[in-house]
């Protein structure tokens, strides 16, 4: 299997995964003990990627039944196989996320190989069936949709329309954030602009600040991003005294003038799951995506920045998601005049997982 297969069929499996787990979560408890093992990338308070995982652990820990153990700031190299390995042998983890991208291969392919009876999960949807051990597996919720909620709040929080995204690196995950930050902004305001600058790393504080400032002095009045960490372009945007929307985790108070909402992961809801199966002596799914209607996604409560109007739309936005309905759809060309989009697109569909394109309205590019 490869990230290119149907997310309908993925979405099938987990939800089914999902529901086979939904019993009392305390009630599941009593089967097995879970000792649950997380490594990330960086600091567990970036107001970001790994802050966001970190707070659907902590929900986590007050469960009878459960053990955590964390290590955080574990980079990509054989040191997060040390860390991995040393919950496992220490302190007897029979589950383990591991949550940044680089984790990936080899370390949670070697590891997981080596001990068959401990189930490994990874952030992001590269586990392959034929390939890759049994007891290993990704897990990945498509934040777009909750970017696409950031667009329609920000198209109607706007006095310009204009919207500025400050972004690491052109592929596809991030260009379908830029690019459904567009749709949701131009379903409500149908001049809405993005303008996007790319830093080239996931984490380049001082090159964040400099993309905000570029981006404000260019007249947008309302910025977001996907970097590891938005503390630095919520806080640069705040300084300047124009709106922003947030990315992987709250950054609500960093901008307690400005801040409208934000795309979130809701983790808790794959952890919980994995957790219940476990104590249940079942095995978890190998692959489990989903967003809005399987409760993986989730926005950051409305700030000052938000109007009546963009409060309305976006709750409204998010029940539509919930249901189904489509964010890329009818015909859409690319900002070189391509058309790119031909007809009505399932929020899930394969096709977008190889986005390479800016739609028409981003002014940007990605080469």
């Known amino acids: 299997m490869s990230f290119s297969l149907s997310r309908r069929s993925l979405l099938r499996a987990g939800a089914a995964g999902l ?31 790994n802050q966001a995982h970190a707070v659907s652990v902590e929900a986590l820990k007050a469960l009878p039944g459960i053990t955590v153990v964390e290590e955080e700031n574990v980079p990509e190299t054989d040191a997060v196989a040390k860390s991995m390995e040393s919950m496992i042998n220490l302190d007897g983890a029979n589950l383990i996320l591991a949550t940044s991208f680089g984790y990936y291969k080899p370390f949670v392919v070697d590891l997981a190989a080596k001990y068959p009876n401990v189930t490994f999960r990874h952030a ?59 749709l949701g902004a131009r379903s409500v305001n149908p001049n809405a602009t993005v303008q996007v600058i790319f830093t080239g790393e996931w984490s380049l504080p001082v090159r964040e600040a400099e993309a905000t400032n570029a981006l404000v002095d260019a007249g947008c009045d309302v910025i977001t991003c996907h970097v590891d960490s938005p503390k630095v372009v919520i806080e640069t945007a705040e300084g300047r005294g124009v709106k922003t929307c947030g990315h992987n985790a709250s950054q609500a108070s960093l901008g307690p003038k400005g801040f409208i909402t934000g795309a979130e992961y809701k983790w808790e809801t794959i952890y919980k799951s994995y957790a219940d199966d476990i104590a249940a002596g079942k095995t978890p799914p190998n692959f489990l995506v989903g967003g809005y209607n399987n409760d993986m996604l989730r926005n950051t409560p409305y700030g000052a920045g938000a109007t009546p109007e963009a409060i309305k739309a976006a709750d409204a936005a998010i029940e539509a998601l919930k249901g189904g309905a489509p964010i890329y759809k009818g015909m859409l060309k690319d900002n070189a005049g391509n058309v790119v989009v031909d007809k009505d697109y399932d929020n899930y569909d394969p096709y977008l997982d190889g986005m390479n394109w800016l739609l028409e309205g981003v002014q940007g590019s990605i080469t």
């Open 124 to 182: 992001a949807p590269l586990w392959n069936k034929e390939t890759d051990p049994a007891n290993a597996g990704s897990y990945f919720p498509y934040l777009n949709q909750a970017h696409y909620v950031n667009g329609v709040a920000a198209g109607l929080s706007s006095p310009t329309g204009k919207i500025g995204f400050v972004a690491a690196k052109p592929i596809p995950s991030v260009l379908s954030n830029i690019n459904s930050v567009l």
């Open 19 to 49: 529901a086979a787990s939904a019993l009392p979560f305390g009630l599941a408890r009593a089967q097995t003990n879970v000792i649950l093992g997380i490594v990330y990338v960086g600091p567990k308070d970036d107001f970001g990627w």
